[in-house]
């Protein structure tokens, strides 16, 4: 009897918490119904007018970042092209693979997606074979490693698979988190949530940038199989 009353008792506190809800969404609406009502036609064409011209720009927007490349997961052949690329894009997502890595692989069809998808950022892929002076230059020596690069310069990197809850059956809502957290796309999740269940707080298990050094030339790879 008393689990019933405790049940009851939490149903009603949710209805009431619902209907509060409820009842704030429907006050907001009608206050602005009612600004809209209250305006005169002078102010309707200065606001279409200022809804217009963020449509126009947002658009501009878009069609400069698809000019320089963002929307598709590209390679670059070589270190002096990454410079470049880098230079003329505010936010970069660039991959250091190697083709007999398998991790690799996994990570291109996740990037292949976000790419699509963020158009603010452009995502790369660079050969680690090609570019020896890059790689010491940044401190890859783990692959894969994802550098992200802001306003050119070295955000973050994400290295193997730790930060993406260390499996490789990561989704790629995961992957989209994880740039999130370091502020290299626009995320509309709660960058505090991560998707999988086995981290519960955003940049526990980062990997930090001063931490990362070169041993030689040759580079670990993050996975079992390579």
Known sequence: MEADASVDMYSKVLENQLLQSAKLVEEHLDSEIQKLDQMDEDELEHLKEKRLEALRKAQQQKQEWLSKGHGEYREIPSERDFFQEVKESKKVVCHFYRDSTLRCKILDRHLVILSKKHLETKFLKLNVEKAPFLCERLRIKVIPTLALLK??????????????????????????????????????????????????KCGTNFTKVEKKTIRGKKYDSDSDDD
Do not use: A, H
């Open 151 to 200: 306003d050119g310069k070295t955000q973050d990197y994400v290295v193997g698979f730790t930060d993406l809850g260390n499996t490789d059956d990561f989704t790629t809502e995961t992957l989209e988190w994880r740039l999130g957290c370091s502020d290299i796309l626009n995320y509309s999740g709660n960058l505090m949530e991560p998707p999988f269940q086995s981290q519960k």
